[in-house]
Every structure is written in C-alpha cells, then in structure tokens.
C-alpha cells in the first residue's frame, strides 16, 4: 500500500487525509499541534458559506483603502511593511480588484465551494459525525440598495451556477429570521441563500479523525514540527524531525501556509500568500437570537448559530507576518457586534465564553492554491483565507492523486 503523509491537521489537512484513505492510502497526519484543529481552524467564523465564496479583492475594497490605510475602518487594518514578500502581495491584490477579476475569482471559487458541499453531503452519509451542522440558510445584510445594486451581476452568475438567491426586503427577511427586529439600522435589502450551513470546524476535524482511524488505520502525530522535506533527485521521499525518526511516504500534501519555508525555493514565488488576522468569540445563543447565519456587510461581521451558541467573527489585520492577541482589536470587534445587535450581546449578557485569534494565509486572487509541486510526489493545498472551512472537501479532492 502506498504511503502519504499530510502537514497540518487543521479542515485542509483533514480534508486531505480523507480523500488519499479513500483512495487507499495509508496515511500519516502530521501536526506541530497537540490535537487537530488548533489553529487557523480552531474557533474560525463556523459559516459554510457556498454561496458566498467572493474574493476579497474586489473593486468596492479598493474604494476604501484609503479609509483602511488612515485607520478609518474598524473592520480592516493594513499595516505597510517594508518586505518584498508583502509588496509582491500587496501589488498583485491591487491586480486582483478590478471587476473582471473579481468576477473570474469569485465564481472559480464558487465551483470548489459547490463542489466541496456535495462532498460534505456523501461524507456524513458514511461518516455521521456530529458537529452542530446545520443548514439554516443565510443572510447578507445591506445597509443600502446601491450597496446590493452593486453585486447584482455577480448574483445573477452566482444563480446560473445553481446557486438558489433571492433578494429579500427587510419585512420578508424578518418573518425567515426574526431577530433581525432587533437589529437597530436601516437594511434596504437582504441576499438569501437557503442552502448555505454552519458547524463547528474543530469538532469536524476531531470526528473524522476518529473515524478515519478506525475505518481507514489513519496515522497521526502531534506537537510534532518538521524540519526537512526528503527527497531523492527529484521525488520527495519523506519528512525529518527534530527529535524523532523521519518518516518516509510516496506523497507528501502541505496544507498549512506556516509550513511554506519547507518547501523546495521553485514552489514560492513573491508575494503568494500572506497572513491575515482575525478575531470570534462565542457566546451562549440568547433565546431569541438568529437561527439563520448572518453576514453584516455594513460592520463586516458574521453570526453564526451553533447549537446552544453563538459565533461572532470578524476583522481582518493585514501586515504582521507574525501575529499575537490584540485586546483592543478583540474590543473592536465586541463593541461591533454589540452595536449591530445590543439585545444579545449586552452587559447584561455577561462575557463571552470562549475568544479566538488566528491567520488565515490568503492569496491575492483569494483562490488557493492547490497543485502539484516541483517534486514528484509533492501536492500544495494552501492558501483558503477565511475560505478554508467552506472550500476544504472541495479543494481537498483536486490533490489526491
């Protein structure tokens, strides 16, 4: 039996290491973390937004980079650095934000997305783990029919791929979800996309790994780093550690962008992929708070119900190629949520019980990239940005060999 080995256990790494057992191999899931998901997947923003796969670049963001560069903008915050790696970025997002690529990006993601849900469908059918999944449809909320007026086409692209959208009033939307009565500002329209879903990503990735091991014999390892890609000529052979034996493999998957520096110098190229923070917290779910997903598009903020809970995600911190917890960020983003809905998130309601920060790797056309490598053997699976949960069986399925 073949052997294959698969950096980083977050929905990417899980996703692939579900596809290559499929495909009967024996398979090695390899983490510096001590359990799957730990990371960028951890306490992410939950939504399994297929329908809303858009790329972050896009003209309507290039109208508020200067907003976003003056600090203006409490969503976003792009601190300039002088580092080749990030103006390469930088350079080619600006590229990326012209409407004809914003489209292009936009429904190329899209088609993973709807992919990677029919996916997680013939999964659950075999697999029937539990994770809070849950298809409660969604809502993007706009603060202004010229806001709405604006992704009119790519709407109408969106429903040619078979997406189902419909564009709602605020009166319709509110008999779907009532607790948008308790949202105080104007909303002109609402998108809603009925098949969109929500779960717990970290809960995901635990199950399958369970059940990968005892149906399949997956393999894993943790808190384990590694140091080398092995390879012979051409064709990589396996991965060193630092403190244990190496292991050998006839392919190697990476999926994590913090792993990037292994790879052979022809797989990276300036500018990439670059971290982007973001913050979620997640609270007990009031009793009259949303059932159906929620984007705000005027804060940039996501609600997402999971259970008994809710989750709340948002910002995006561009810049620090190293991250760390930023109370006053984490402030923004609870002051935002509170003033887009005050009666769940009042003092009253008390503190959240759980708090997140990660990076999330993004290229700048937002489409991963998954390909083979320079080596023989070698498959890349990297680069999801906030997309990673939405897009994983999808995006997974093209590297399995």
Known sequence: ??????????????????????????????????????????????????????????????????????????????????????????????????????????????????????????????????????????????????????????LEQKRQQGFQLSV?????????????????????????????AAGRPDVFCQKLVESLQHEYGLKTQFNQKVQRINHTKDRATGVSFRDSAPLECDTLVI??????????????????MWPVQGY?????????????????VKRKLVFAPLGKELRVAGLADIGQHRFQFMSHRFETLMQTAQAAFPHFFGEDQGPPKRVWSGARYVTPSSQPIIRRGSLAGLYLNLGHGTLGWTLSLGAAEQVAP
């Open 1 to 154: 039996m073949k052997k294959a080995i698969v950096i980083g256990a977050g929905v990417a790494g899980v996703a692939s290491a579900y596809m290559l057992c499929k495909a009967g191999f024996a398979v090695t899931l390899l983490d510096e973390k001590p359990a799957p998901a730990m990371g960028s997947s951890h306490q992410n923003g939950a939504q399994l937004s297929y329908a809303y796969c858009d790329a972050l670049a896009s003209p309507s963001l290039l109208a508020q980079l200067p907003g976003i560069l003056l600090k203006r903008d409490p969503a976003y915050r792009c601190t300039l650095q002088a580092d080749p790696d990030f103006l390469a970025w930088g350079l080619r997002f600006l590229i990326n934000s012209t409407s004809a690529r914003f489209s292009n990006n936009t429904l190329t993601l899209s088609r993973i997305a709807l992919r990677s849900h029919a996916l997680l469908l013939e999964l659950l059918e075999k697999h029937p783990i539990e994770f809070d999944y849950e298809i409660n449809g969604k809502m993007l909320l706009y603060p202004t029919l010229e806001s709405c007026q604006k992704h009119a086409k790519i």
């Open 168 to 196: 709602l009033t605020r009166e319709e939307a509110t008999v779907i979800e009532p607790a948008l009565a308790h949202y105080p500002d104007p909303i002109a329209s609402v998108v809603y996309s009925p098949g969109d």
């Open 255 to 272: 999926t994590t962008g913090q792993s990037c520096d292994l790879l052979p110098s022809k797989d990276r190229s300036l500018g990439d």
């Open 280 to 296: 979620s917290f997640t609270a007990d779910a009031h009793p009259q708070a949303m059932q159906t997903s929620i984007t705000d």
